[in-house]
Each structure stands twice: as C-alpha cells, then as structure tokens.
DNA sequence: AAAGGAACCAACCGCATTTTG
DNA sequence: CCAAAATGCGGTTGGTTCCTT
C-alpha cells in the first residue's frame, strides 16, 4: 500500500547535474519530447529519477529560458502577480514568458520581499506595515534595516556586478486598481514617499482594472493569430454555481500588458486545479468580478 | 589576506492534484 | 468509483559566490 518511491534512490545521481547528464536529457527531449517523466531516466541512460529531470529540464535546460537578470518591468509585473496570486508562483511564472516558477520563486524570496519591506510594504498582503508592524515589533526592525540598506545603495554605495536588483531601489509600485475597490479610504499610505506624478506612475502599462464579462474572453483585435485564444477561462460548470458562465483570462494580454501579443497562458486547456483556484479567487476577491 | 556573514540559486522533499487502468 | 501511478507545485535546504570587516 502507499505511494512507491518516485524513483529507486539507491541507483540514483544526487545533488548538481554534469554537463553529460544535461546533453543526454536534452538529446532526449528533443528526439522524444517532454512527458512520461517516470520512464525518462531509464531510456535516456540517465541515473536519476523522473522528478529531478523534470526539474532540470524546466527549470534550466528548456531552451525558451530567459535567463539573465530580471527587468524592472519584470519585477513590477511579479509584484502584481503576487498580490493577485499569492504564492501560486507557476500561475505567476505563466505569464512571464522565459521565466519559471523557481526562478521567481527565488527571486521573490532575494529580491522583491526586501524591496517591498524597504518601501513599506508587506510583502505578503501588499498592505502598508505600519498598522501590522504595531503589532510585530520585529517587522519593523527589519524593514527599518531594509530601508537603510536600500538607501546605503540607492546613495551609490552599491557593488557593481552581479548584482542587478540594487539600481531597483528607487522603482515605485504603481498600484491603482485593487485598492480602489476593495480597501477601505483609511487604510496607510502604500508608500512612505508620496506617490510620484500621473506621468510618472504610468511608467508600466498595465490596467489591472479586471473585468470578467459573461461572455467568453475575446483576444485583442490585433492579434493575428490563427489559433483558437488561449486563454486561463473559468466555467462555472457546477450546477450550484451562478448559471452564468463567467470566463476570466488573467494573463499578459487581457491585463493590458503587450496588446496585440498573443496570449500565451495557455488557460485554454486550464486545468480544474487552475479553475478551481480562479474560482476560489473570485469568491475571495469579489472586486475582481466586474464593475 | 583571511574569516565570517549574507546573498544567491539549483536542487531536493513532501504533499496535493490529476490521470489512468 | 476506486486505488495506484504520475505529475505538478511550493517550501526548504545546502553549496557556492560575493561582500564586509
């Protein structure tokens, strides 16, 4: 009874992969394609298990990897990903083209909570510290520390190299949408220096005024594409749910990120794990559901 | 130059979910 | 419908590199 182990440990590599074992797994991928991971190993000639290469393949060897530091641009969007996922990294990693869920994963952990915290910002409600810090003395020690820290490089005491995310101090958040519905007029400031100008605070182009019509989502005009519009849609199929077929895409396009771009969320063939969740979301964050 | 600490990231682990027979 | 297998996901760990003192 019980699960057997994904893969016989005893006969199995560990730990960093070798240039031979990335060639073999590559080769094989591209001879055979990716899936049936379990059987991969074995016919691949490799000595580990189906899980860790998976792993590898997705997560360094695909050859669509972006690789390379995040863009500004990038760690905005991550930010607002978040706030609307959560910790749901592979629904996140979905809509950053070359990106995968460990990478930002990684990267949220390094980078962006510390930002967040510098700006005053929780990193995992997206709220201002302040009223939560009130009772967490701790937090705002360390934001306190973030923030000096941020402002140690900001002043040009940063070490060159690989060290990218240090220039990104002075990035501010622009978040429009989600409070105006949702929190309430007396919350804190999002921010302990006062919000820039419009011009400025449109530095990205995204409208993340969702709207979830009762018609299926329709791709932007411009796109060209043949294809039928991928697209993270979300039936309502149990019957004890509203009648109404509500269909929601979340990614790049319908957020109003690269208009014209093809939607690449592949949300066509969302799984009912995904159609859960957005189901979830939309029961747990009802200013998501329409005007 | 050396030591210690911090930061980074690839990889592992365990659990949840989905698929298959 | 059920159980087992396969896959996917998120949290965590551990090794390496970089920075500071």
Known sequence: MGRSPCCEQAHTNKGAWTKEEDQRLIAYIKAHGEGCWRSLPKAAGLLRCGKSCRLRWINYLRPDLKRGNFTEEEDEL????HELFGNKWSLIAGRLPGRTDNEIKNYWNTHIKRKLLARGIDPQTHRPLAA???GAPGQQQQQQHYQLE??????GGAAPGHHHQHQQDRFEVISDSPEACSRS?????RSATPPPPPAQRRHLDIDLNLSISLAPYQPPEESTSSKPPKQEAVAATTAGQNNATAAVCLCLNSLGYRPGVECVCGGGAA???QEQWARNFLQAAPCYRGQ
């Open 271 to 273: 799984s009912r794990q």
């Open 132 to 134: 939560a810090a009130a």
């Open 150 to 155: 941020a402002q140690k490089r900001h002043a």
């Open 185 to 189: 007029s007396d919350d804190e400031p």
């Open 78 to 81: 991550i930010i607002k990903f």
